[in-house]
């Protein structure tokens, strides 16, 4: 089949979480690691929140403060 193993996984949930709880107990976190992930959300996800409030902005200004 194609996607075989993609889809074993997908119908056999119960096994894949507790493959992914073994292999996660087996590679622990390292000193850095959590704030590393913030700092990537944070990089991921700050852009997002400008370009998102950018347009809101921009929204306001048109319907409402353009003929000041």
Do not use: H, S, T, W
Not at 25 to 38: F, H, N, Q, S, V
Request: proline share 3%.
């Amino acid at each position: 089949m194609l996607f075989g193993k993609k889809i074993n996984r997908v119908l056999n949930v119960r096994q894949a979480e507790e493959r992914f709880e073994k292999e996660r107990e087996e590679l622990p976190l390292e000193k850095g690691d959590r704030l590393a992930m913030i700092l990537a959300a944070l990089a991921v996800f700050i852009p997002v929140l400008i370009g998102i409030l950018a347009v809101l902005v921009l929204v306001l200004y048109l319907f409402f403060f353009r003929y000041l």
